[in-house]
């Protein structure tokens, strides 16, 4: 009897269509060890913030859309922040202070510690108390591209910058627009709540034109500074509380490779990392 040929045409084995599969499936793998081996930190932190946010890890990262450095949001623990006004008992205090004072030195190492510690907690406490003011201004969903939080070792810094068809100041011009103004006043009551000093500096983007020829970058940024210390002081911040107010004109862009760009122009609100030296003839 006579074999029957096979139908079908002449199509592939199963077992290749397999062994296919098993490559594909090879190469990916091999292709994502690859990957996962050479790390851009910035990127990667970039991403896992986007994930939790995705996936509703951290319900307080970027409702209004603020903008933040290295990753989201600045710390682990903001998310269980909130701004409580909490009181000791006095009872408790001064016997927390006795053994202070009876365990010497040791205790002292442990101050200094706790202070460490307790510094960024602040600055988080204080990013989302800010956070929670801003919220409140109807227009915020529109401006928060132009708000930046970034925590460094100089301190807790909000900077206020410009984006392309949309500006925080008037062209040339030292005045905020209303918008860039309640913005600020709105940081008042809680800079004001901090026992950091305040230093303010205000930068121009390279090739900043101005009506008058005499009247530069320099005096520009300088004077849109202290345009934001008086609306700070205005809504209650304390003058001795500041530090400093600079104009930079164009010498720290923010990106440096195009200092053209309109978000080099900025007001940064450095919050910084010590607290004010004592006042005039205080003897501890």
């Avoid at 599969?21 to 990127?43: A, H, R």
């Avoid at 970027?62 to 623990?77: L, Q």
């Avoid at 001064?94 to 365990?103: F, L, P, W």
């Avoid at 345009?227 to 104009?247: C, H, K, T, W």
Wanted: net charge negative; hydrophobic share 35%.
């Amino acid at each position: 009897m006579a074999r029957k040929k096979p139908q079908g045409g002449g199509g592939a084995p199963d077992w290749l269509v397999t062994f296919a599969d098993l490559m594909s499936l090879l190469v990916c793998f091999f292709v994502l060890i690859i990957s996962f081996s050479i790390q851009d930190k910035e990127k990667l932190q970039v991403v896992a913030g986007s994930m939790r946010e995705a996936f509703g890890v951290k319900d307080t990262a970027r409702k209004t859309g603020i903008i933040e450095v290295e990753g989201i949001p600045i710390r682990d623990y903001m998310k269980d922040v909130s701004q409580v006004d909490q009181e000791l008992d006095s009872d408790f205090a001064q016997e927390r202070h006795e053994k202070r004072e009876a365990q010497g030195p040791e205790a002292n190492t442990h101050d200094t510690l706790e202070a460490e510690i307790e510094k960024p907690r602040q600055f988080a406490t204080a990013a989302a108390s800010l956070r929670q003011a801003w919220q409140e201004m109807p227009e915020i969903t529109e401006i928060s591209s132009n708000i930046i939080l970034e925590e460094s070792e100089e301190g807790l810094n909000i900077m206020l910058v410009d984006q392309d068809g949309r500006s925080m100041f008037r062209e040339g011009s030292k005045y905020p627009y209303e918008t860039t103004r309640r913005l600020i006043a709105k940081m008042a009551p809680v800079l004001s709540q901090m026992p950091n000093r305040i230093e303010i500096s205000g930068h121009t983007t390279s090739g900043q034109m101005t009506a008058d020829p005499g009247y530069t970058g320099w005096d520009l940024s300088s004077e849109r500074a202290n345009i934001a210390r008086q609306i700070l002081s205005e809504y209650g911040v304390q003058e001795d509380q500041f530090y400093a107010v600079i104009g930079k004109s164009d010498t720290e862009p923010l990106f440096p490779n195009d200092p053209y760009l309109a978000a080099n122009r900025r007001i940064g609100i450095l919050l910084k990392a010590e607290e004010p030296p004592l006042p005039a003839g205080h003897n501890p």
